[in-house]
């Protein structure tokens, strides 16, 4: 038996300089095909994870109103009233609130969040209707 194997292995040749080569054409293909379908994944991941954070702190405020019976609130204010533990994405500043609009919904507003380095996004009275609607990309502000 050992015999046997010892002579396959022997007529072993290995890859043709052509084969290799073709081995590495079909490599390059695919890695060109696969590198920006990878690449829109990962900013579709963080664009959508950005809009996830605007969900969270609007899902505090409600809460925050329910409780407190206010109409507006900072998302600092959420934090340090312990509605929310993380913003996420969403800044803090004075400006950055959560207040309810004319028909009584929770809406965010902020200053422009950079979720990719290239890429921002506002909120402008944004409620989770208009943020869960919301796939344009290259539509940078959410809202009114």
């Given at each position: 038996m050992?015999n046997t194997?010892?002579k396959r ?13 073709a ?11 696969a ?5 829109n994944?990962?900013?579709?991941s ?8 605007a969900i ?8 925050y109103?329910?409780?407190?019976g ?6 600092k ?21 959560v207040a ?6 929770a809406?965010?507003?902020?200053g422009?969040?950079d ?5 921002t ?9 208009q943020?869960?609607a919301?796939?344009?990309k290259?539509?940078?502000t959410?809202?009114?």
């Open positions: 050992f194997l010892k292995i022997k007529n072993e040749k290995g890859l043709s300089l052509v084969e290799l080569l081995v590495i054409v079909i490599l390059a293909i695919v890695a060109a095909i590198i920006p379908a990878i690449g994944i990962i900013d579709n963080r664009y959508k994870a950005v809009k996830s954070d969270n702190v609007i899902n505090g405020a409600n809460i109103f329910t409780d407190t206010e109409t507006s609130v900072t998302v204010e959420l934090i340090d009233e312990n509605y929310i533990e993380d913003p996420g994405n969403i800044p803090t500043a004075d400006t950055d609130l309810k609009n004319a028909t009584g919904q809406a965010i507003t902020t422009e969040i979720y990719n380095g290239q890429n996004i506002t909120f402008s009275a944004a409620t989770l209707t943020i869960n919301h796939e344009d290259t539509d940078t959410v809202g009114n």
